[in-house]
């Protein structure tokens, strides 16, 4: 076995869970409320603009109410002392991560407290206030142009040369919280083991990609991961 220098460790909802961030596809998740298509595609912006300004609106308030766990506490710490390469992929938009302390962190679907405007084109930190509201863009002041700086289904995610380049670099892959439902994120296992790393699940429940992983340890983040990272 490769002796262990260069780390990519994947998040999902499920290291987010409990610190009270609703998963997706948990009882109460936050599709029971939403149908994916009506909130989370181009093509529902388009359509009801509104609609999915307060569901991000809604997430984006939520986020002052929740904390960081000890899974991203552990992983802050991992990330402060690991002498090697390591990158925090990251599919949630929230910024409990952030808050932690990780700094070698990459949010692949974008973040809740970001606006990206389609007049200039800039990003600019979103934190107070409600998009639902047309309000101006913090870089050319023009009105209504804000969407959720987010990858909605259908786009293309956030900076995946890097994310390619570390997979094909790393020496152990770890996901923790994630069902693997949904792609380009489920398909890192697979690359990771092309090339020749080890591979580690920490998860609640079996995801539907378990059976990719030499090992699959089933409990929750806030106990397995400051564990796996002592
Ligand atoms: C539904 C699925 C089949 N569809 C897709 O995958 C689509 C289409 C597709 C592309 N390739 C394919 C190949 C095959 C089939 C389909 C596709 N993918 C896309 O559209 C992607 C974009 C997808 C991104 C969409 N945006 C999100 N998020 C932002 C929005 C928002 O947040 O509102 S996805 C969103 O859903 C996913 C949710 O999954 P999880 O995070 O895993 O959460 P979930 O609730 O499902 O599971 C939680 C897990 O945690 C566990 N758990 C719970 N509590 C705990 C606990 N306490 N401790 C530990 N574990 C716990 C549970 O057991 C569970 O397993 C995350 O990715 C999340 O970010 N874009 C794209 O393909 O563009 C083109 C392209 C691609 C490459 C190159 C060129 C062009």
């Known amino acids: 076995m490769r002796d262990i220098h260069n780390i990519v460790i994947l998040t999902g909802a499920g290291v987010s869970a409990e610190s009270g961030v609703a998963t997706f596809r948990g009882p109460d998740g936050l599709w029971e409320g939403h149908r994916v298509e009506d909130v989370a595609t181009p093509e529902a912006f388009a359509?009801?603009?509104?609609?999915?300004?307060?569901?991000?609106?809604?997430?984006?308030?939520?986020?002052?109410?929740?904390?960081?766990?000890?899974a991203h506490q552990a992983l802050a710490k991992l990330d402060?002392?690991?002498?090697?390469?390591?990158?925090?992929?990251?599919?949630?938009?929230?910024?409990?991560h952030d808050r932690a302390g990780s700094q070698r962190l990459l949010h692949m679907h974008g973040e809740l407290n970001s606006a990206w405007c389609l007049a200039c084109g800039e990003r600019s930190s979103f934190l107070d206030g409600q998009m639902a509201l047309d309000p101006a863009c913090p870089k050319c002041d023009q009105f209504g142009?804000?969407?959720?700086?987010?990858?909605?289904?259908?786009?293309?995610?956030?900076?995946?040369?890097?994310?390619?380049l570390a997979l094909a670099q790393c020496d152990l892959f770890v996901?923790?919280?994630?069902?693997?439902?949904?792609?380009?994120?489920?398909?890192?296992?697979?690359?990771?083991?092309?090339?020749?790393?080890?591979?580690?699940?920490?998860?609640?429940?079996?995801?539907?990609?378990?059976?990719?992983?030499?090992?699959?340890?089933?409990?929750?983040?806030?106990?397995?991961?400051?564990?796996?990272?002592?």
């Open 145 to 164: 142009f804000l969407r959720p700086d987010i990858v909605w289904f259908g786009e293309m995610p956030y900076e995946m040369e890097r994310i390619e």
């Open 47 to 70: 359509r009801d603009p509104d609609l999915v300004q307060k569901f991000y609106d809604e997430r984006r308030a939520k986020l002052k109410t929740v904390e960081p766990n000890a």
């Open 175 to 230: 996901s923790i919280g994630t069902s693997g439902a949904v792609y380009p994120a489920a398909g890192f296992v697979q690359s990771a083991r092309h090339y020749g790393a080890q591979t580690l699940e920490i998860n609640l429940y079996p995801s539907e990609g378990s059976f990719h992983f030499h090992e699959s340890r089933m409990g929750k983040a806030g106990e397995l991961v400051p564990d796996w990272v002592e």
């Open 80 to 96: 402060q002392a690991w002498p090697g390469d390591l990158l925090l992929v990251t599919q949630n938009v929230d910024d409990l």
